[in-house]
């Protein structure tokens, strides 16, 4: 199972908007409404931001919006602010009964 | 408050074998799916194995699948990854992490504990 693709690394000034691709198969993303999205920060656990495709866990903020078109999802970050620098991967259950994180995006704010 | 906490990593030789724990609390351990995801250095995650609440049933990751065996005892509140035949790129830090629901399927990591780090060398 090869990882969904994530761009490398996506920037933004404070509050400005952005957004990250996450594009699988038809075998994962595609197939499924179950992808969700974690933000790492440095040497620390990942934390869930969405939960398939587009619902927010409690105490997530609304700047935090996901959505799904064919093979890709995306992760959209309104309002940018210096809390958000950190590493995000999305992850999609797959048709193997397994999951496949995606590779990674750096998000920096300028 | 919901937690997890990962021990038992450390420095094994190649070919060698390593027991992860993960302890949970501040939910019914025993009535929700949990999951092992894995990080090496500077890398991406990589989910390896998952099991249901009552752990009937258990899921790895093809990279996995014949060396690592995931268990769990609920009595104690706790789930175990035993890794057999280590390789130099098992080297990672090891992640468990809560799913909702009593099933592996269609389902999500929340929350994740702090990881506890793998070393595989010689």
């Known amino acids: 199972q090869s990882a969904l693709t994530q761009p490398a690394s996506v920037s933004g000034s404070p509050g400005q908007s952005i957004t990250i691709s996450c594009t699988g198969t038809s075998r994962d993303v595609g197939a499924y409404n179950h992808v969700s999205w974690y933000q790492q920060h440095p040497g620390k656990a990942p934390k869930l931001m969405i939960y398939d495709v587009s619902n927010r866990p409690s105490g997530i903020s609304d700047r935090f919006s996901g959505s799904k078109s064919g093979n890709t999802a995306s992760l959209t970050i309104s309002g940018l602010q210096a809390e958000d620098e950190a590493d995000y991967y999305c992850?999609?259950?797959?048709?193997?009964?397994?999951?496949?994180f995606g590779t990674g995006t750096k998000v920096a704010v300028l | 408050e919901v937690q997890m906490l990962e021990s038992g990593g450390g420095l094994v030789q190649p070919g060698g074998s390593l027991r992860l724990s993960c302890a949970g609390s501040?939910?019914?351990?025993?009535?929700?799916?949990m999951s092992w995801v894995r990080q090496a250095p500077g890398k991406g995650l990589e989910w390896i194995s998952g099991?249901?609440?009552?752990?009937?049933?258990?899921y790895y990751a093809d990279s996995v699948k014949g060396r690592f065996t995931i268990s769990r005892d609920n009595y104690k509140n706790m789930m175990f990854l035993q890794m057999n035949s280590l390789r130099v790129e098992d080297t990672a830090v090891y992640y468990c992490?809560?799913?909702?629901?009593?099933?592996?399927?269609?389902?999500?990591?929340?929350?994740w504990g702090q990881g506890t780090l793998v070393s595989v060398s010689s």
């Open positions: 099991l249901t609440g009552a752990g009937a049933f258990t």
């Open positions: 501040g939910f019914t351990f025993g009535t929700y799916a």
């Open positions: 992850s999609s259950y797959t048709s193997s009964n397994t999951y496949v």
């Open positions: 992490a809560k799913m909702t629901g009593e099933s592996v399927h269609r389902n999500w990591f929340d929350p």
